[in-house]
């Protein structure tokens, strides 16, 4: 638990789990597809779009108001600009697979 799985990781666990549908796609294909989904996500947000795939998660850019916040080192009052944030919001189906690890890591505890 608590791994850290960076983009090779990503790309060797897809091509590992498309070898169990009997599917084969080199390392290299992967990775152009998982690349080319990011990019394609990021040209969406910077036009203000939005992404939703059904399931799974939307991400949006939102916008944030200007706002007061202070420097704790300096103790002075700054301003912040109103500016945009990607939110991502989580489905159903990763949501459940939260549910999931909150129950094993409980159910082991107990």
Request: glycine fraction near 4%.
């Amino acid at each position: 638990m608590n791994e850290r799985i960076i983009k090779p990781g990503v790309v060797k666990m897809i091509i590992d789990h498309t070898k169990n549908k009997n599917k084969k796609y080199t390392q290299e294909t992967v990775n152009d597809i998982l690349t080319a989904f990011f990019d394609v996500v990021e040209i969406a947000i910077s036009k203000g779009n939005s992404i939703h795939i059904n399931g799974y998660m939307t991400i949006e850019p939102q916008y944030r108001a200007e706002r007061k916040a202070r420097n704790v080192q300096a103790n002075t009052e700054i301003k912040v600009p109103p500016h945009y944030k990607v939110n991502i919001k989580s489905g159903s189906r990763f949501n459940q697979a939260a549910e999931r690890l909150t129950e094993r890591i409980l159910n082991n505890k107990v």
